[in-house]
Structure formats: structure tokens, C-alpha cells
């Protein structure tokens, strides 16, 4: 990333545009990422949301935004998108909008959008290339109805429809893979824990043309069961088990851009989350955290796979 | 001309419920669980459906109860999912059941439209909120009165049912199975967010106590097996896959075998067996709850919450005198035309309160026509009627 200007922490922007006083809950792991993705955004940008938390963010006057909002059908955000796009490239071509009157078009959805019933709506707006930036925040349920699972829910999580046994049975959907496999300009993960590699990553796709789709994982004090001033130690325990890879795809390829080498165990980062205390509580279910951990290790050693030199010996078995 | 086959819906078969749904007992219940709890009792085992407010506590009580029921609770991804699968689950022999609000039940319409076209049994209940669009979600409202009936595109007809209370919510969803599985249509319980989030008593009887009509199933000769019968309004039985016998769901215009016959001459065939079937039958469907509307000078009509507000209302005009009676609609669709008309050309005047921009008044007006005056007083949700302006209404009708 030798382009970026953002080498240091002390080098991310010191004022931050969006306001103070919002009506989301203390700790929100996704409203942290969006004040940072916004901060290098800057003010030329609209939002299209489709209904989820955030949509709470068009309540006036807890407005936090400097810019315009367009809310849509849940299925419908990128689609939405597609309108404002054009309707900005009408003004530039032919009443002469200057470019730097020009709009970032930022689609902000949750995960019961980006994950589930807006997907089609996705995979149509790359289709066509069309040039805006999505960013989902996933807090792996649907919290604004009380985080019932969706399809970013991870294996073994307790949610308000999966209350019994070992709570979620599926698995987290793969969508970093599936808009990737779209083949668009730009994908990524970020996590609002690990603000210079957002602000590296965003700083990226603001200067690209074309679909560009962020994930940012976002520790949710009130679905997940944790105290809200935990939310950037949940979402740095995230990053260092392993849970959420810090990964982006660019020009066809996969590059993970934080590899922790020393992976805290699953079991920490699970431990200090109420959703998960039934996987410790009254004993250790070591089964399903056995195996939660070998799918976390058998990702990493994919990926260090692909990352370590040649070797003429025959790959190790059973490292995940 | 009664063309149901074993005698009509109040001969239909009945059996005693299994007692694994059945949670019997007093219970302090919102609306919402009761509805879930209602469908479990009434034999549903599926369960496909989408978190949205107000609803969502029907679908939570019945993820929880599934396991211990022998049910099946699965999340879909959106409301035509929820309901697609659904259809595919009745086909598989399944009673099946979901729940929604004003946008699901929105993307819920053309598959809603197939459910009845594939004349495939389930419940849905839309626990109503303030619109349009994502209007007020938590707040109440009975704007989607006529969507229920005519959200579909093509004539069809549903039946649809409206709870005033968390114990109506409970027992009109077993009956909304009963008659979905009686006339093989989709059954809609139109309840709002006020009695879907209200907690009151419901009393869940023994399971004995509890009269479920069965899925029909056919047991003849294969060569025989028709999954359609034209000719039966009622009763008329399904197979479900698996059992050996041939059949083909389409929502193309079909004949009885279920292959498409896209001709006029069959879309007449099917298009009058749909709607004849409901509303051929609306007199045995029909459920209304009436109070002194023998004598009365005007009559209130409402459903829902609001005819609870109404009852206020009521009370005061009676202590200045005037005659005034309650008819409130238990069966929404198909409509009581006929009872309207009778009460219209005995009163002065009806009185329609409901929580939309004038939405049942029109079927009112339209069934009274002309015999007597018709005050609409509408609301555009989001709270109950003050019991005032209902008051007010009755005074101008007595006058």
C-alpha cells in the first residue's frame, strides 16, 4: 500500500464529519466504522440505505450526515443507487456539474440486506458496473428487530429465532467470495477496530471507478451481549483469533492485509459474548468450539498456503 | 346449489388437536405468541418467515416452541421466500403458516396470488402497522384491509379474519386453519399492532377441547387422482409428495389434473370454482359478533382494536338515549354484504370506524346502497380512535 498517505494512526483524520448524538446503541461496532469510512469520504457523498439500524440515522434531528440520504425498500438499495448515479453523470454531461460537485454514491445497508434479500439487487448494480461504494455493516442478525439470525450469522451463535440447543446451525455466508466472484474493481473487509487499515482501504476505493463493496464487521453490544465499552476489544479479538480475516480483492486477486500469526484462540473472543455463553455454560459444549476453531485454523492455512513460497516437499496434512 | 363435498364446512371433519402443540392453560399472552400458539395448536408444523416489526414475536415464539412441538421454524431470506416455501411445505403435507406486516406482505403478493391459484392451504397473519411504505413501524394501524383481498394481481378470493384481543387471536387462528384447510385458500388474520403487542388473558383449552380439521389426503386409485376438483367447493382432498400419486402444480391456468389449459373456456371453469368456492359459501365462512341491533337507529360498524374503542362510544350514546347497536366483523373477506343490507334498511344510518383512510365503509356503502346513511369515521392510524369522534359520529347519525 505504498500509495496510501495514511502510514500512522496519528495521520487519520482529527476532525470527523459525522455528528455527534446519534440514536444508535452505545458501542455500535458499526456506527465506529462508518464515522471512519466517512471521515475519508468526505462531504460530497449520499447514502441510499435500505432498512436496518442505520436506518434510525435519518431521524430528525439525529441526523449525523452533512449530505443528502435516499432510503429504499430492503431488496433495493444498490438499485436505488443506480438512479443517483446517473442522475449525477446527467448533471455532469449535460448541466455542467462541476467534478468536484460530484457525489460519492455509498450504498449502506446491514447484513439482512447485503447477506439475504438484497443480493440480487447487488449482483444486478455490478453487473452493470455501476460506479458506487457499498458498505455493509454486519452484525451477523437482524438488530433492529431484535437480532433474530440472518445469513451472516456465525455457527453457534444464540439469536431471538435460534434460542434452543446449540443456537445458530449454518454457517456464515461467504459473501466477501460471492461479490468477488463478481469480479468488481474492489472488495473488502474491514473492521472499525483497525482504523488504519479502514482508512487505507477506503482511501483505495474512493479513488477507484466501478462497484466497490465493503464488509465491516461490527461488534454489536446489544445483539452480541457485551458491555458497549467493550465493542473495539470484541472487534480486535475478532481480527487476532482469526474470526474476521482483514482482506481485500483487487485486481483478481486475494490479499490479506493483517495475518495474525500468533492466532489468539476462538474460544477468548466467543467467551466475551453473551450469545455465545451457552457454548461455556453450565460446562464447555468442546465440540462445537473444537470444531469452530479447526474451521478458523483450516481458513488460515488456506491462506498461508497460498501466501508461503514453493516448496518441493508435499503440503502437511491435518493443519486444519 | 351446494356443490361441497361432505356436507359443508360446519359438517367438515374434525378431530381432537395433538396435544404436542397445544400449550392448554391460562396464559398472560400478547397477540403476537398467541397467533403462534394458536398455529401450533391448530397442527401447524412449518413455519417460514421474516423478521418486521410488529410481527416478529409470532415468529420467535414459534422458533421456540418448534423444537419441543416436533416443528419446523426455518428463517428465509425475504417474504417471498417465506411464503414460497410455504407453498412448497402444504404440497409436502404440512400445515404451514407465516407472519408478516404491510412491506412483507407486499412481496408476499404473487406467491399469495399462486397459493390460491394452486388452491394450496396456509395461514398468513399480517400484524398491521402505519403506512405506506415503512410508514410507522411500530405503531398501529388497519390500512391493509383491502391489499389482503386484492393485493394479488387476477380475481381471486381469500378469506380473511380479524382478532380484537390476544384470546381472538389464538382461537380465529385455529379456525383460520380449519378453513384453509376446508376450502384449500390461503386464510389471512388481518390483526394490527395494538392486539398483536396488547398482553391480556388467553385461555388455551385442552387439546380435546380443541376441534382442528385435518389435512384431507387422497387415498383412491392413482388413476383417479385429481388434485383440482371444480366441481367441489369444499373438502376437496390434496396429496402430498411422496405418496405415489402424480400431480403438477402450476399457476398457469390448468384442469383438474393441474395441467395447463390456458383457453377462455377453462379460466371461466377455474376463475368461478376460486371465487365460488368463498364466496359461494360466504354464509357458512361468515362470523360476525353483533350487540342490540335489534331496534337500533344506528348501528356501529368496526373490527379489530377499533371495535373496542367503539364499545366506549356506544356506551356514552346509550346514556343520551339514543338506540344504537354493534356489528363487529370477525370475518373480514369474504364480506358481509347480505347482513348489511338487512341493517341498512332498518337504521337511520351506519357508522363505519376504522383505522385507515376509508377503506371497509366503501364495501358498507356498497352493500347498503343507498338505504340508509353511511358516516365514515377514519383515522390515519398510528394511534386508536379517541372514542369521542366514534361518539361524535353516532350523534350526527341519530340526527
Known amino acids: ?320 | 346449489m351446494n356443490k361441497t363435498k361432505n356436507g359443508g364446512y360446519a359438517e367438515a371433519q374434525r378431530v381432537a388437536a395433538d396435544p404436542k402443540g397445544v400449550d392448554a392453560g391460562a396464559h398472560f399472552m400478547d397477540g403476537d405468541h398467541a397467533i403462534a400458539e394458536g398455529g401450533l395448536a391448530a397442527g401447524c408444523r412449518f413455519f417460514a418467515g421474516y423478521p418486521i416489526t410488529p410481527s416478529t414475536e409470532t415468529a420467535e415464539r414459534f422458533a421456540e416452541r418448534a423444537p419441543e412441538v416436533g416443528a419446523l421454524f426455518i428463517q428465509m431470506e425475504d417474504e417471498i421466500a417465506s411464503i414460497a416455501a410455504l407453498i412448497g411445505a402444504a404440497w409436502g403435507g404440512q400445515k404451514v403458516m407465516t407472519v408478516t406486516c404491510g412491506p412483507g406482505f407486499s412481496l408476499m403478493v404473487e406467491n399469495l396470488g399462486l397459493a390460491a391459484m394452486t388452491e394450496t392451504p396456509m395461514v398468513i397473519a399480517n400484524v398491521q402497522r402505519g403506512g405506506p411504505s415503512t410508514g410507522m413501524p411500530t405503531l398501529t394501524a388497519q390500512q391493509d384491509m383491502m391489499q389482503a383481498k386484492w393485493g394479488p394481481h387476477g380475481d381471486n378470493a381469500i378469506i380473511a379474519l380479524c382478532p380484537d384481543s390476544p384470546q381472538e387471536c389464538f382461537d380465529l387462528t385455529v379456525e383460520a386453519f380449519n378453513l384453509s384447510e376446508f376450502y384449500r385458500v390461503p386464510v389471512i388474520i388481518l390483526t394490527d399492532e395494538t392486539v398483536g403487542h396488547m398482553h391480556e388473558k388467553v385461555v388455551i383449552p385442552p387439546a380435546d377441547q380443541i376441534p382442528v380439521v385435518p389435512r384431507n389426503n387422497y387415498k383412491g386409485p392413482k388413476e383417479d387422482f385429481r388434485p383440482y376438483q371444480f366441481d367441489c367447493q369444499g373438502g376437496h382432498p390434496m396429496t402430498q409428495a411422496g405418496d405415489g400419486y402424480r400431480f403438477h402444480i402450476t399457476g398457469l391456468t390448468h384442469n383438474e389434473r393441474g395441467y395447463p389449459a390456458a383457453t377462455a373456456e377453462q379460466n371461466k371453469i377455474l376463475l368461478t370454482h376460486l371465487i365460488e368456492k368463498i364466496n359461494g359459501n360466504a354464509d357458512q365462512i361468515i362470523r360476525l359478533d353483533e350487540d342490540q341491533i335489534e331496534g337500533a337507529e344506528v348501528v356501529v360498524v368496526s373490527y379489530g382494536i377499533t371495535s373496542r374503542i367503539a364499545v366506549k362510544a356506544m356506551q356514552d350514546a346509550r346514556k343520551e338515549g339514543i338506540k344504537v347497536g354493534s356489528l363487529r366483523l370477525i370475518t373480514i373477506w369474504p364480506f358481509c354484504e347480505k347482513r348489511i343490507e338487512e341493517i341498512s334498511s332498518q337504521v337511520k344510518a351506519i357508522v363505519v370506524a376504522e383505522l385507515n383512510y376509508g377503506q371497509m365503509v366503501r364495501e358498507v356503502e356498497r352493500s347498503a346502497a343507498g338505504r340508509c346513511k353511511v358516516i365514515s369515521v377514519n383515522s390515519c392510524g398510528g394511534a386508536v380512535h379517541d372514542p369521542q369522534e366514534i361518539l361524535d359520529a353516532i350523534r350526527r347519525a341519530a340526527q
Open chain 1, 1 to 320: 500500500m505504498s500509495e496510501t498517505r495514511f502510514t500512522n494512526v496519528k495521520q487519520l483524520p482529527s476532525v470527523h464529519l459525522l455528528g455527534s448524538g446519534s440514536p444508535m446503541c452505545a458501542g455500535c461496532g458499526g456506527l465506529e466504522a462508518l464515522h471512519q469510512v466517512y471521515d475519508i469520504l468526505g462531504t460530497n457523498t449520499v447514502f441510499v440505505n435500505a432498512a436496518g439500524c442505520m436506518t434510525l440515522l435519518a431521524v430528525y434531528p439525529f441526523t449525523p450526515f452533512r449530505g443528502s440520504w435516499l432510503y429504499t425498500a430492503m431488496a433495493s438499495a444498490p438499485a436505488g443507487a443506480q438512479g443517483i448515479r446517473d442522475a449525477l453523470d446527467v448533471l455532469k454531461e449535460r448541466r455542467g456539474l462541476p467534478p468536484e460537485e460530484d457525489m460519492q454514491v455509498v450504498v449502506l445497508t446491514g447484513d439482512g440486506s447485503a447477506y439475504g434479500m438484497g443480493l440480487s439487487a447487488t449482483s444486478g448494480a455490478i453487473e452493470r458496473g455501476l460506479d458506487f461504494l457499498y458498505l455493509c455493516y454486519d452484525n451477523e442478525g437482524y438488530g433492529n428487530t431484535g437480532q433474530q439470525s440472518s445469513a451472516a450469522t456465525p455457527h453457534g451463535a444464540r439469536t431471538a429465532t435460534d434460542l434452543t440447543g446449540i443456537g445458530f446451525h449454518g454457517e456464515k455466508k461467504p459473501l466477501f467470495d460471492i461479490w468477488a466472484a463478481h469480479r468488481p474493481p474492489y472488495v473488502a473487509t474491514v473492521i472499525g477496530s483497525e482504523p488504519l487499515d479502514l482508512a487505507r482501504k477506503i482511501e483505495k476505493a474512493k479513488a477507484i471507478k466501478g462497484p466497490r463493496l465493503i464488509i465491516a464487521l461490527s461488534p454489536c453490544p446489544t445483539g452480541w451481549g457485551f458491555d458497549p465499552q467493550e465493542s473495539v476489544a470484541i472487534g480486535k479479538l475478532a481480527v487476532n483469533t482469526g474470526v474476521w480475516p482483514l482482506k481485500e480483492y483487487v485486481d483478481g486477486k486475494v490479499v490479506h492485509t493483517k495475518i495474525p500469526r500468533r492466532r489468539v484462540p476462538v474460544a477468548s473472543y466467543l467467551e466475551a459474548q453473551g450469545r455465545f455463553a451457552h457454548l461455556f455454560k453450565p460446562e464447555r459444549n468442546e465440540a462445537v468450539l473444537a470444531e469452530i476453531q479447526a474451521r478458523v485454523d483450516g481458513y488460515w492455512a488456506g491462506v498461508e498456503e497460498v501466501v508461503a513460497p514453493p516448496t518441493p516437499t508435499l503440503p502437511q496434512g491435518g493443519r486444519g
